[in-house]
């Protein structure tokens, strides 16, 4: 077909499953284990449901944006909000990675970035971990369209020191910076007080994880009042009403509830230590976790056997057919009820070590 001479011919991304079978256990998409902000829930009853008739409300007008600000002590002209951090990184590389020249990023890390710049043909060069998993600083000092990294980075959890960040961003004041924080409220520091230093920096965040709100779909950046200006204006040139209005009124109720947010964070936390030492019994090994997953391989046992034995007892981790990390799996952290079950069917496919 001649048609298909002139086709945007991509290679999208793979997203974690989502098996919609009831009983499963699901650690394969690092979604919190426990429910919103109990706020939430009396927030959708009192919906105005009339409202729906109309075009949601400019995010950055909204009281999400207020709360926001306030959370973080920054401005509303700080912040831009968008559908899920996915869709705040994709304007964020149709706006900031423009130069022509390869933007950087680590050879292991959050799959989406090499599929966002091939779908907007902006080019790249990734730069290696180290052997223990760790972003090398000095990689990324080699001239470039602009940086991104997660912290702490995924798959692996393993968190860069803010020294090092900062390291990073203050080697590239010419292009943008971005650092993507979707797992920083387990335990890492964020990048977020540099904002008032460096204008090249831009700070991403999500509700997916530790807001446990990954089906509201809310990501933000924050940075200095330009950068939000234009990504602004690339967004309101692509789609001018992305958050709906639920959502909208149901994420500024979980940024209301500061106390159960630092206590989901908490118990997250607490699990995935436990679950550290519960691994280790069995045979894996993994880096230091930072995040609410552990990226763990076992030392008998290939990631791939033990990533099908778990699914035919209906629990979901994630493991990547993929060179350097095809001997691990991503387990997310459940609740704990959760991850025994876990160590049980373990126990089963490895045995335990003593
Ligand atoms: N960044 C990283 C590193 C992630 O792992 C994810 C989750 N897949 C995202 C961004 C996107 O999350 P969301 O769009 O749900 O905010």
Same mark, same amino acid.
């Given at each position: 077909m001649k048609w298909e001479e002139h086709v945007h011919r991509v290679v999208p991304y793979t997203p974690g499953e989502q098996p919609q079978k009831a009983g499963i256990i699901k650690l394969n998409t690092n979604e919190c284990p426990y429910a919103p902000a109990p706020g939430v829930e009396q927030a959708i009853a009192g919906l105005d449901v009339e409202k729906?008739?109309?075009?949601?409300?400019f995010p950055e007008k909204t009281a999400l944006a207020e709360e926001l600000a306030a959370y973080y002590h920054i401005g509303t002209d700080q912040i831009f909000i968008g559908v899920g951090s996915d869709d705040v990184l994709s304007l964020a590389f149709m706006t900031f990675f423009q130069s022509g020249r390869p933007i950087l990023f680590p050879d292991i890390t959050y799959?989406?970035?090499?599929?966002w710049a091939d779908v907007y043909r902006i080019p790249y060069e990734k730069r290696a971990l180290d052997a223990d998993f760790r972003i090398c600083p000095a990689d990324y000092k080699t001239p470039n369209g602009g940086v991104i990294f997660p912290n702490p980075n995924a798959p692996t959890g393993v968190l860069m020191?803010?020294?090092?960040?900062?390291?990073?961003?203050?080697a590239n004041r010419d292009v943008v910076v971005i650092v993507d924080e979707a797992y920083i409220d387990f335990g890492g520091t964020s990048a977020l007080p540099l904002i008032d230093k460096y204008d090249n920096l831009l700070v991403v965040q999500t509700f997916s994880?530790?807001?446990?709100?990954?089906?509201?779909?809310?990501?933000? !950046?924050?940075g200095q009042p330009a950068l939000i200006r234009y990504l602004n204006d690339v967004k309101y040139s692509v789609n001018s009403?992305?958050?709906n209005t639920a959502a909208l009124a149901l994420g500024a109720e979980a940024v209301r509830d500061g106390a159960y947010f630092a206590s989901c964070c908490q118990k997250i936390i607490k699990t995935r230590e436990r679950a550290e030492e519960e691994l280790a019994k069995r045979g894996f090994v993994f880096p230091k976790s930072w995040a609410n997953f552990i990226f763990a391989s076992h030392k008998t046992i290939s990631a791939r056997e033990i990533f099908e034995r778990l699914k035919e007892n209906d629990i979901y981790v994630r493991w990547w057919d993929q060179e350097r990390i095809r001997g691990y799996l991503r387990i997310t952290i459940g609740t704990d009820e959760q991850m025994e079950a876990l160590y049980? !069917?373990?126990d089963r496919i490895c045995g335990q070590e003593t």
């Open positions: 729906f008739r109309l075009y949601p409300p799959s989406f970035y090499d599929v020191p803010l020294e090092k960040v900062e390291e990073i961003v203050a994880k530790s807001r446990a709100m990954a089906g509201m779909r809310i990501g933000y !950046a924050m009403y992305t958050l049980r !069917a373990l």
